[in-house]
Nanobody, 123 residues
Framework: QVQLVESGGGLVQAGGSLRLSCAASGRTFGSSTMGWFRQAPGKEREFVASINWSLRTRYTDSVKGRFTISRDNAKNTVSLQMDSLKPEDTAAYYC?????????????????WGQGTQVTVSS
């Protein structure tokens, strides 16, 4: 079984930065794809970024150049560095793990999920 625990959310002013972290337990971390999704109130959960075992990455267009996903397989962690934050980035952010290959952007292709951490960006 895999457990994912996010941390690092909070309140920040527009233009500021936050770093989210996700700690994973279980044996499949090193070979898995890790992703970050977010969900704002009244909206569907949306893909933000993903990184696979070979450190290939994918980002949704709205965060390219502002967010950076990284992973440390020795520590079983994945991080999301968020810079130049905008009010529209406000959402609950979820860490997810996919045992499939590639860099999926669809939520139902991820097998395990964290509980989420809130990010609020004030204008």
């Amino acid at each position: 079984q895999v457990q994912l625990v996010e941390s690092g959310g909070g309140l920040v002013q527009a233009g500021g930065s936050l770093r989210l972290s996700c700690a994973a337990s279980g044996r499949t971390f090193g070979s898995s794809t890790m992703g970050w999704f977010r969900q704002a109130p009244g909206k569907e959960r949306e893909f933000v970024a993903s990184i696979n075992w070979s450190l290939r990455t994918r980002y949704t267009d709205s965060v390219k150049g502002r967010f950076t996903i990284s992973r440390d397989n020795a520590k079983n962690t994945v991080s999301l560095q968020m810079d130049s934050l905008k009010p529209e980035d406000t959402a609950a952010y979820y860490c997810a793990l996919s045992v499939r290959g590639g860099l999926p952007t669809v939520a139902n292709l991820y097998d395990y999920w964290g509980q989420g951490t809130q990010v609020t960006v004030s204008s």
